[in-house]
């Protein structure tokens, strides 16, 4: 696999060489789904516990960004 070429906006997810824009705004799953639309995404839906485990990591390690 080659690495995927995330945007700014984006960071790669090394357990699925994908990339994902992290939104800390609060919103209930319909309206985050409609926000994703809005930008041209889609909503991530987390397939395993390891995307699952490095997404909380990175979520904490960015958390004061």
């Not at 357990?15 to 799953?29: A, E, F, G, I, K």
Request: overall charge negative.
């Amino acid at each position: 696999h080659s690495a995927a070429q995330c945007s700014e906006f984006h960071v790669q997810n090394p357990v699925t060489n994908t990339c994902l824009r992290l939104v800390r705004d609060d919103m209930p799953w319909s309206n985050a789904e409609s926000y994703c639309r809005s930008l041209g995404e889609r909503l991530a839906t987390l397939t395993s516990q390891a995307s699952l485990d490095w997404l909380n990591s990175f979520a904490e390690t960015t958390s004061s960004m």
